[in-house]
């Protein structure tokens, strides 16, 4: 393809389709089809390859929704954005509609922060934020939605200190509109799964609206998967090595978020005994012996037998009645320790009953129905967890 001098020395944008049309603002640039969020509160004020909106995840079904458009961008308080979105030779430009607005959470697994959603409308309007941040910017072309929600990164789970109940929030650094950090230092991780989230939520919803649920549209607000890959609302983390850890997020418009964990020092032998652990799932029943677990009820909540002072056991006889999965959990909430499949080494004539439900959260999924004696042991020196498994 031959370009002219003047499309050489402009920039030339990238967009999602190889359809081409030209920006009427500027003459001899040459703009692709797409989503660009623009205007005087963000790093951009025209069309920005960097500032492109990309198809996301359906947080429904975890697989790609052509229609559901996101992008990570800090955002001034002063001056608010557009969206634009450029088709052949025909540009729209979209500002909030009647009904846009402040949202509280909706929803338990909605951010906690306030954030903002509602229709879109033909309009030079801009959105606006209340302060300064970086923000979550989703628009869903097929409904006519949009949401706004602030972005304050922290990290959960059973590695973490406040378990999968509580986040440990890290620290922001100061705006800038083209990157900005966060970090945690003397992070105490435990050996276990965790996640990337932000503003202490799972998700947001787009549409729920429709009477079948698999049609619903929500959007991931949470990174897994893995430190130096991370995918929106991917699979649990796994920390493998308890110990102190430095923690950093770092984004960059047009390139997204890059994390590092770095373990800075070791920690003493946890002392288990205290520790109630028992099963929590739905493969076994309640203590009514009528009706199924539905993650609802620990079976078998107990303190450990201690052997050797840092050698820790728990022991389950347990009737499997449904082919279901099951994790260890102390206490009777999530805020504490929770052991999955990924987080223990498998031992015993029974061990082949026992798979990886193959699940972001890596629970034990059971094979096999039946009555079963399940030992979780863990080495308070070497952090190793092993599960021995027999059928009985």
């Keep these: 393809m031959l370009l002219s001098a003047m499309v050489l020395i402009a920039m030339v944008f990238t967009l999602n389709s190889c359809k081409k049309s030209s920006d009427t603002t500027t003459p001899g640039v040459i703009v692709l089809d797409g989503y660009y969020v623009m205007g005087a509160g963000t790093a951009y004020t025209t069309y920005n390859e960097k500032a492109m909106m990309k198809a996301t995840n359906n947080e429904v079904t975890q697989t790609l929704l052509p229609s559901l458009k996101e992008l990570y961008i800090p955002i001034k308080a002063t001056g608010g954005f557009n969206i634009a979105k450029v088709d052949g030779s025909v540009v729209k430009v979209f500002g909030p509609g009647a009904g846009f607005g402040t949202v509280t959470q909706l929803t338990v697994d909605n951010p906690k922060f306030p954030f903002q959603r509602g229709p879109a409308a033909i309009s030079t309007t801009p959105f606006t934020v209340p302060k300064d941040g970086m923000y979550h910017v989703v628009f869903d072309d097929s409904l006519n939605v949009v ?126 005994s205290t520790y109630q652990m028992g099963i929590i799932g739905n493969c076994y029943l309640k203590s009514d012996g009528i009706t199924q677990a539905a993650w609802d009820e620990n079976f078998g909540t107990q303190l450990p037998v201690v052997t050797g002072v840092t050698n820790y056991d728990w022991t389950y006889t347990i009737d499997i009645n449904l082919a279901g999965q099951f994790k260890f959990r102390q206490g009777t909430d999530w805020s504490g320790k929770s052991i999955g499949f990924a987080n223990v080494t498998l031992a015993g004539p029974g061990a082949a009953n026992l798979t990886d439900s193959g699940n972001p959260d890596h629970n034990f999924a059971v094979t096999n129905t039946g009555n079963y004696t399940i030992v979780l042991h863990i080495d308070a020196v070497t952090e190793i967890y092993t599960v021995t498994v027999t059928k009985n």
Excluded: C
């Design 147 to 272: 949401a706004v929600m602030p972005v304050h990164w922290g990290l959960i789970g059973a590695a973490t200190p406040g378990g999968w109940t509580n986040d440990t929030m890290m620290t922001e650094s100061a705006f800038n509109s083209t990157t900005m950090s966060w970090s945690l230092t003397g992070l105490l991780m435990q050996k276990g799964d965790w996640k990337y989230r932000y503003s202490k939520g799972w998700k947001v919803e787009i549409d729920t609206t429709n009477a079948d649920k698999t049609k619903w549209v929500k959007v991931n607000t949470n990174f897994g998967t893995a430190v130096d890959g991370l995918v929106p609302g991917g699979g649990n983390i796994t920390n493998s090595v308890a110990g102190l850890y430095t923690a950093t997020m770092s984004y960059t418009l047009g390139s997204g978020y890059t994390a590092t964990l770095v373990k800075t020092g070791d920690v003493p032998p946890i002392n288990y």
